[in-house]
């Protein structure tokens, strides 16, 4: 008798379900595959003097890879001339910029320095000139590996000050278009520059 209630039970509520799939994954036609997005290098320059400062973060996007590699570079800046304080948030695009791609290859050839020993301290300070910090992979380094360089007035300084009068006109409020999306901006807030620009 209990058998029989069983299945009429059974008959009643009707075949099990099939389950049902957690993930839909859509036909091959639709799927696409993620541009890679690296940040490659980070500067931040900061200081002056006599009146004039400058606080400002540049990081440099390297968004695809091989012939169709995109730069895009973003900064906030931030600018104090006697007491007139200026700020700006703004964007680069390597499709309609050519300096930018020179600007990156002399990276590499910013000569390399070491710490002075004991018998060879520092020669002096100068104190109105910003401070240039450049972040970014050690040459045949492990993924991971970074390399900070930092100066006031030596050749990383150098490499930045010719950057930026090479890249002047190129600077735009509006953000870059690449391959169907927006890059997910890495310098939107304060607090979001904190956290980039550590080392």
């Known amino acids: ?4 209630t069983l299945l009429a039970l059974v008959a009643a509520v009707g075949p099990a379900s099939a389950p049902r799939p957690s993930v839909i994954i859509p036909p091959a036609e639709e799927r696409v595959s ?17 009146g004039i400062f400058v606080d400002e973060a ?15 570079v973003e900064r906030r800046r931030r600018d104090d001339q006697l007491g007139q304080v200026t700020f700006r948030y703004e964007w680069i695009d390597g499709r309609t910029c050519p300096a930018l791609e020179e600007v990156v290859s002399r990276i590499g050839a910013i000569p390399p320095a070491s710490i002075a020993g004991p018998s060879a301290p520092p ?18 380094g492990l993924l991971g590996d970074v390399m900070l360089l930092r100066d006031l007035n030596g050749p990383v300084s150098h490499w930045w000050r010719a950057s930026q009068k090479a890249l002047a006109t190129c600077w735009k409020s509006q953000q870059p278009y ?7 901006p890495r310098l939107a ?4 520059e904190v956290e980039v620009m550590r080392p």
């Open 1 to 4: 008798m209990r058998s029989l």
């Open 178 to 184: 690449v391959e169907n999306a927006y890059l997910r």
């Open 34 to 50: 993620p541009i890679p997005i690296r940040t490659t290098y980070r500067v931040k320059q900061q200081g002056g003097g006599l």
């Open 123 to 140: 020669r002096g300070w100068v104190s109105d000139t910003p401070e240039v910090t450049l972040m970014g992979p050690t040459a045949d």
């Open 189 to 192: 807030t304060a607090q979001d």
């Open 58 to 72: 540049v990081v440099f996007h390297e968004v695809g890879q091989g012939a169709k590699r995109v730069w895009l």
